[in-house]
């Protein structure tokens, strides 16, 4: 029975190795995979041996004060690898974990398999040549990424972004009914993780209070957020002086709410690139500890924190980031944006742009196809059955 090791630290890893996994299982049935994930590996599966929940740790100050819990589970998972003796392993992003975890598996033999690439090409540019030493086989969503690793000898594979063909799918279904009020609809999306949480969600109350105090009451909001941080965003908005009007908390429904918005306020990630592929003008915005922003801004080589900027080479999407994130301008941000104005058509079709440049096709299975190729599995697949039960 073929071993595959998958490591996924964070929830965003853990949907896109779930996908994959779904696709190995048509395609391998009795492969034995273990490791790292979250609910969704496990739905599919995977023997977890650690839940990303204890994993999901963002800031070089967090990380830090986290280390020996870090390094515990560095050394189980080095423990497990020598008693079990994957044929391959399947890192997905987490780069402080998985570019070091990688090093010691090709000290071991076992084949590395890299699923959506660190952004070296933002920061640690030097990280690049080790990369090449250290794995057998990159698989980036971005098609610039190709380019960065020309240079060295590793074979990279641009295999399309994940969330596009679910967001095209999603975008075009049936409207669920939300708790909107009347007129305009914002979202306001604070982060996933509770130190996020903490930092961002003030702000964004604070510049929806401005746009009501505005005089524009004709107004709603929808603050979205995962299940596990509902205490979280209770406790803030408990402890907050002020607050808008016409305000509701969303659970687990963030796509949903960014799909209905006529603008949103989003914390940076994952979530900005949802928005843009929902067609939702938004302002990415972002609060951090302030030695780790200071670090950062140190370490980053590019203009924009926003992948959607990135892509296009310019801000599309606004960035209002650490000193900037001010509760008026925000507002003043969203005025523009959510009224029929130059600026969010400007932006709706740069987010069509994005789109097309991310490519089409359920990467998963291209990912999956490597996989194969690698552990020397030849299959019988049939990808119109697998894609008509997927639906």
């Known amino acids: 029975m073929k071993s595959l090791l998958i490591v996924a630290g964070e929830a965003s890893g853990d949907m896109h190795a779930a996908e994959v996994l779904r696709a190995l299982r048509w395609r391998c049935p009795g492969i034995n ?17 650690h839940d990303v929940s204890e ?45 070091r975890l990688a090093r010691e598996l090709k000290k071991r033999g076992v084949k590395v398999l890299y699923y959506i690439c660190p952004q070296v090409w933002a920061w640690k540019k030097d990280r690049i040549p080790q990369m090449a030493e250290t794995i057998d086989r990159l698989m980036v969503i971005f098609p610039f990424e190709v380019e960065v690793f020309k240079d060295v000898d590793l074979q990279v594979d641009f295999v ?35 130190q996020e949480i903490r930092r961002i969600l003030p702000g964004l109350l604070g510049a929806a209070l401005g746009i009501e105090q505005g005089g524009r009451l004709d107004i709603s909001f929808i603050i979205a957020v995962p299940s596990n941080r509902e205490e979280v965003v209770k406790e803030v908005l408990r402890d907050i002086k002020s607050a808008p009007l016409h305000y509701t908390v969303v659970i687990d429904n963030s796509r949903e709410v960014l799909k209905q918005a006529d603008a949103a306020l989003v ?28 670090i950062a801004r140190y370490f980053i080589k590019i203009p924009w924190l926003g992948i959607v900027n990135i892509i296009c080479g310019r801000e599309v999407m606004p960035e209002r980031i650490q000193f900037q994130m001010q509760p008026l301008e925000l507002a003043a941000n969203l005025e523009m944006l959510m009224n029929d104005t130059r600026q969010r058509s400007a932006m709706i079709k740069n987010f069509e742009i994005v789109e097309k440049k ?9 990912v999956t196809q490597i996989i194969c190729d690698e552990l020397g599995i030849s299959t019988s697949y049939d990808d119109e059955e697998q894609g008509e039960d997927k639906e």
């Not at 490791?35 to 977890?48: D, R």
């Not at 967001?167 to 604070?190: D, T």
Request: net charge neutral; hydrophobic share 40%.
């Open 358 to 366: 991310l490519g089409h096709g359920d990467p998963a299975n291209r």
């Open 267 to 294: 914390a940076s990630g994952t979530a900005t690139l949802e928005a843009a592929l929902l067609h939702c003008p938004t302002v990415l915005v972002y609060k951090t500890n302030t030695i780790t922003y200071a």
């Open 55 to 99: 994993m999901d740790v963002l800031g070089f100050v967090e990380v830090i004060k986290r280390y020996s819990f870090f390094k515990k589970v560095f050394d189980e998972i080095l423990k497990e690898v020598d008693d079990r003796k994957p044929d391959v392993a399947l890192l997905i992003d987490y780069p402080g974990f998985n570019l």
């Open 160 to 194: 399309g972004h994940p969330m596009v063909d679910d967001l095209c799918r999603f975008r075009k279904k049936e409207w669920k009914p939300l708790p909107w009020g009347e007129g305009k609809k914002i979202a306001l999306l604070p982060g996933s993780r509770e």
């Open 33 to 49: 995979c273990w490791g790292i994930g979250g609910e969704k590996l496990q739905s599919m599966g995977m023997e977890l041996l």
